[in-house]
Nanobody
Framework: QVQLVESGGGLVQAGGSLRLSCAASGQTFSSFTVGWFRQPPGKEREFVAAISRSGGTTYYADSVKGRFTTSRDNAKNTVFLQMDSLKPEDTANYYC??????????????WGQGTQVTVSS
């Protein structure tokens, strides 16, 4: 098992930046692919980004490509989501999730509690 805790959310103006963190505890963190998801108000949860176990491979939803960057520090059991050029439509509750399969596998086993990001226009 692995436990995930997100942090770093908040209120930011359009065009600004935020950096989310996902801290893990439990099993060896480097064994897990980590994904980021978000759920805008009144909408379904959607995929944002994912990073492989080593951090060598990442991929992104088209809506955030070029603006968001995910990275990880396995020595610190932490994954990051750097969000730049934020838009009001990025407003959502952001979650990190993990599984022990390859990066393109989309069924995640472990989830954090989420952190709210609000982008004002």
């Amino acid at each position: 098992q692995v436990q995930l805790v997100e942090s770093g959310g908040g209120l930011v103006q359009a065009g600004g930046s935020l950096r989310l963190s996902c801290a893990a505890s439990g099993q060896t963190f480097s064994s897990f692919t980590v994904g980021w998801f978000r759920q805008p108000p009144g909408k379904e949860r959607e995929f944002v980004a994912a990073i492989s176990r080593s951090g060598g491979t990442t991929y992104y939803a088209d809506s955030v490509k070029g603006r968001f960057t995910t990275s990880r520090d396995n020595a610190k059991n932490t994954v990051f989501l750097q969000m730049d050029s934020l838009k009001p439509e990025d407003t959502a509750n952001y979650y990190c999730a993990a599984h022990s399969r390859h990066i393109y596998y989309m069924s995640y086993d472990y989830w954090g509690q989420g952190t709210q990001v609000t982008v004002s226009s």
